[in-house]
């Protein structure tokens, strides 16, 4: 009978600590910031490991201590208004002393205290814009936080605390994840401080080591990214999930209060929506589903969001890109002179694209290639959730469409500085790229041909699906096999694109080289295909639409190809020849068997064991040395 009582005790203990999760403490660290307290506290932490303290509370002091420039704290900051972290930045971002949080304080009622560290040498430049390295948040409660709780928002306004338990987890599909799955384990758990004015309130105080960098192309990146990977079937997709949901609960209140801080303005404005809507579905909460959309500006209405502001459509009911910030705020438009770079304004005729204009900037391939995972991520759970219907911005849709349609907008010339503008979404090892391919590209990726593959509705069923070729310069049913009417998302008539094809290649931690070097090639034409890996890492085989363990391999351009290549650790590479071989593979593979014995050998079910079987066990056990 003691065993029994035993086991009732140590669940009991287990429901009270799953319940409360809260400790004694009289200091917290997280981060590199430790605040101290008076005495011994409860304490306790959110779903995302940011901590909570019972109050009143009186904090002694914070480390790193303020230096009389750096190491600021602040508490409940209002968006959009002055900051006190850091003097360095006061001619971009204006420094405000009387808000800065002095030591020892005691704190009552909800609040949050945001204590930063700085760059031990800052002097603004673009390689070093924000003036904060790292940024924790603590938040003071008046009564102990039952576990599984998301921090409330940072900002000031009402506090809400929302649970794990309000979270509809079902509403994610569990897709099979590729091969090249960004690591983001180490991304989005700092608060992103992005609460400041427009532009450089939204770079210069955001903690740069949880991103690498606190330029806004980098967020939106990141919330594309994350976004996609909580789709697939991935180990800590759970976590991930909350990552993002709690970006969202921070977002909304500032998108409340922060006026026109995160309109469309060169590179900024953008991944801040898509975060707020995301929480909304997933917690089911209306007012995150319908965050404010427009800016009372003096001139006119603008969009609030950067995604929404730039994509609108012409007289032709074309789909462009540009910003009437300047017209909303100044009451002049392109090809005005006074248009500046940053501004990208639209043209007011809607004929050209704002790199065109005079004095035009080139901001269109930095913010357009970031948007591309929250796109595919809102459009898969669009039959679920109606996510396309609450983001309420078809152009910005129909403008992604069509820029991973146009390689010539992706090189634009500017391949020396924008080295990662090849392909849709511009991540490097080409994730959202592949995801894009596979799930908005021709297969269909709601398994029905209904408009997604050209902008119109075909009818028809999904095998039929075909890039859209655009071969006679018509969409009259080259394109899907089917006739859909209409016209061209752009004018391929007389340029030569009925015998060009698209070849596009993704390479995780590794690179390929083309000969020819170039991404449209004629019919017929024979391409050579070289994989290099990355230092410590080694070929193992090609994938997509050609499959080979040959290098350099052949390839024959007789359609538009995605082909994949693959890369392992070299740590396998038993004959020393920088490369992951069929004898590495063989030797993989005898100690996949001494360690797993009842492990089958056959790992792709055809009933025998081949060599792709050796490639599996490579890329499986070949990352795990």
């Given at each position: 009978?003691?065993?029994?009582?035993?086991?009732?005790?140590?669940?009991?203990?287990?429901f009270?600590?799953?319940a409360?999760?809260?400790?004694?403490?009289?200091?917290?660290?997280?981060?590199?910031i430790t605040?101290?307290?008076?005495q011994?506290?409860?304490?306790?932490q959110?779903?995302?490991?940011d901590?909570?303290?019972?109050?009143?509370?009186?904090?002694?002091?914070?480390?790193?201590?303020w230096?009389?420039n750096k190491n600021?704290?602040?508490?409940?900051?209002?968006?959009?208004?002055?900051?006190?972290?850091?003097?360095r930045?006061?001619?971009?971002?204006?420094y405000?002393?009387s808000?800065?949080?002095?030591?020892?304080?005691t704190?009552?009622?909800?609040?949050?205290?945001?204590?930063?560290?700085g760059?031990d040498?800052?002097?603004?430049?673009?390689?070093?814009k924000?003036?904060?390295?790292?940024?924790?948040?603590?938040?003071i409660?008046?009564?102990a936080?039952p576990?599984?709780?998301?921090?409330?928002?940072?900002?000031a306004?009402?506090?809400?605390?929302y649970?794990t338990?309000?979270?509809n987890?079902?509403?994610?599909?569990?897709?099979?994840?590729?091969?090249?799955?960004?690591d983001?384990s180490?991304?989005?758990k700092?608060?992103?401080?992005?609460?400041?004015?427009?532009?450089?309130g939204?770079?210069?105080?955001?903690?740069?080591?949880d991103t690498?960098?606190?330029?806004p192309?980098?967020q939106?990146?990141?919330?594309?990214r994350?976004?996609?990977?909580?789709?697939?079937d991935?180990?800590?997709?759970?976590?991930?999930?909350?990552?993002l949901?709690?970006?969202?609960?921070?977002?909304?209140?500032?998108?409340?209060?922060?006026?026109?801080?995160?309109?469309?303005?060169?590179?900024?404005?953008?991944?801040?929506?898509?975060p707020?809507?995301?929480?909304?579905?997933?917690?089911?909460?209306?007012a995150?589903?319908?965050?404010?959309?427009f800016?009372?500006?003096?001139?006119a209405?603008?969009?609030?969001?950067?995604?929404?502001?730039?994509p609108?459509?012409?007289?032709?009911?074309r789909v462009m890109?540009?910003t009437?910030q300047?017209?909303?705020?100044?009451?002049?438009?392109?090809?005005?002179?006074?248009?500046?770079?940053?501004?990208?304004?639209r043209?007011?005729?809607?004929?050209?694209y704002?790199?065109?204009?005079?004095?035009?900037g080139?901001?269109r391939?930095?913010?357009?290639?970031?948007?591309?995972?929250?796109?595919?991520?809102?459009?898969?759970?669009n039959?679920?959730?109606?996510a396309?219907?609450?983001w309420?911005?078809?152009?910005?849709?129909?403008?992604?469409?069509?820029?991973t349609t146009?390689?010539?907008?992706?090189?634009n010339?500017?391949?020396?500085?924008?080295s990662?503008i090849?392909?849709y979404?511009?991540?490097?090892?080409g994730?959202?790229?592949y995801?894009?391919?596979?799930?908005?590209g021709?297969?269909?990726y709601?398994?029905?041909?209904?408009?997604?593959?050209?902008?119109?509705?075909?009818?028809?069923?999904?095998?039929?699906?075909?890039?859209?070729?655009?071969l006679?310069?018509?969409?009259?049913?080259?394109?899907?096999?089917?006739?859909?009417g209409?016209s061209?998302?752009?004018?391929?008539?007389?340029q030569?694109l009925?015998?060009?094809?698209?070849l596009?290649?993704?390479?995780?931690?590794?690179?390929?080289?083309?000969?020819?070097?170039?991404?449209?090639?004629?019919?017929?034409e024979?391409?050579?295909?070289?994989?290099?890996?990355n230092?410590?890492?080694?070929?193992?085989s090609?994938?997509g639409d050609?499959?080979?363990?040959?290098n350099?391999v052949a390839?024959?351009?007789?359609?538009?190809?995605t082909?994949?290549?693959?890369?392992?650790?070299?740590?396998f590479?038993r004959?020393?020849d920088?490369?992951?071989?069929?004898?590495?593979?063989?030797?993989?593979?005898?100690?996949m068997?001494?360690?797993n014995?009842?492990?089958?050998?056959?790992?792709?079910a055809?009933?025998?064991?081949?060599?792709?079987?050796?490639?599996?066990?490579?890329?499986?056990?070949g990352?795990?040395?």
């Amino acid at each position: 009978m003691k065993k029994p009582k035993l086991f009732l005790v140590l669940i009991a203990l287990v429901f009270y600590s799953a319940a409360v999760s809260a400790a004694m403490a009289s200091s917290i660290s997280q981060y590199g910031i430790t605040w101290t307290f008076d005495q011994e506290y409860e304490t306790g932490q959110f779903v995302n490991g940011d901590y909570w303290v019972l109050g009143p509370v009186t904090v002694t002091s914070v480390t790193p201590v303020w230096d009389g420039n750096k190491n600021g704290s602040m508490l409940d900051p209002v968006p959009g208004a002055d900051q006190s972290y850091d003097t360095r930045i006061n001619d971009w971002y204006r420094y405000n002393d009387s808000t800065r949080v002095r030591f020892p304080t005691t704190i009552n009622g909800i609040k949050s205290l945001i204590s930063v560290r700085g760059v031990d040498n800052y002097n603004y430049s673009s390689s070093q814009k924000s003036a904060v390295h790292s940024a924790a948040v603590l938040t003071i409660v008046n009564e102990a936080v039952p576990a599984g709780t998301f921090r409330p928002a940072f900002v000031a306004g009402s506090k809400t605390f929302y649970g794990t338990s309000q979270v509809n987890y079902g509403l994610l599909p569990n897709l099979p994840a590729p091969p090249n799955v960004p690591d983001l384990s180490g991304v989005m758990k700092m608060p992103w401080l992005y609460h400041g004015p427009k532009t450089f309130g939204e770079e210069l105080i955001f903690p740069f080591s949880d991103t690498g960098s606190p330029y806004p192309l980098t967020q939106t990146k990141l919330v594309s990214r994350m976004s996609l990977v909580i789709l697939l079937d991935v180990p800590n997709k759970r976590e991930l999930t909350d990552r993002l949901i709690q970006l969202g609960i921070d977002n909304y209140p500032m998108a409340l209060q922060n006026k026109n801080a995160w309109v469309a303005d060169g590179g900024y404005g953008g991944g801040h929506k898509w975060p707020i809507l995301f929480a909304g579905i997933m917690l089911d909460d209306s007012a995150m589903k319908s965050p404010p959309q427009f800016y009372a500006a003096p001139y006119a209405p603008i969009y609030k969001f950067a995604e929404d502001g730039y994509p609108f459509y012409n007289q032709q009911n074309r789909v462009m890109f540009g910003t009437n910030q300047c017209w909303a705020f100044y009451g002049y438009q392109a090809p005005d002179p006074r248009c500046s770079s940053n501004c990208m304004c639209r043209d007011g005729a809607g004929q050209q694209y704002p790199e065109d204009l005079p004095g035009g900037g080139h901001y269109r391939f930095i913010t357009s290639l970031a948007w591309v995972g929250e796109v595919l991520a809102s459009r898969i759970l669009n039959q679920t959730t109606g996510a396309m219907t609450l983001w309420n911005q078809p152009a910005f849709y129909d403008y992604t469409d069509e820029w991973t349609t146009r390689p010539d907008w992706w090189v634009n010339n500017s391949t020396a500085y924008y080295s990662d503008i090849y392909g849709y979404g511009g991540d490097g090892d080409g994730f959202m790229t592949y995801m894009w391919n596979l799930y908005r590209g021709p297969t269909c990726y709601d398994q029905i041909q209904n408009g997604d593959e050209t902008g119109v509705d075909c009818g028809g069923s999904c095998p039929v699906c075909v890039v859209d070729s655009c071969l006679n310069g018509i969409q009259d049913g080259d394109e899907t096999g089917v006739d859909c009417g209409g016209s061209c998302s752009y004018d391929c008539a007389g340029q030569g694109l009925d015998q060009n094809f698209l070849l596009q290649i993704t390479a995780l931690n590794g690179s390929v080289s083309r000969s020819p070097d170039k991404l449209v090639y004629s019919s017929g034409e024979l391409v050579s295909l070289t994989a290099v890996p990355n230092s410590n890492y080694g070929f193992v085989s090609w994938g997509g639409d050609v499959n080979s363990i040959q290098n350099p391999v052949a390839i024959t351009t007789d359609s538009n190809k995605t082909i994949n290549a693959f890369f392992s650790l070299v740590c396998f590479d038993r004959t020393n020849d920088s490369e992951v071989n069929i004898f590495d593979l063989v030797f993989v593979a005898i100690q996949m068997f001494s360690q797993n014995p009842d492990l089958g050998a056959d790992l792709d079910a055809d009933l025998s064991v081949t060599i792709s079987d050796l490639v599996l066990m490579g890329i499986e056990f070949g990352s795990k040395c």
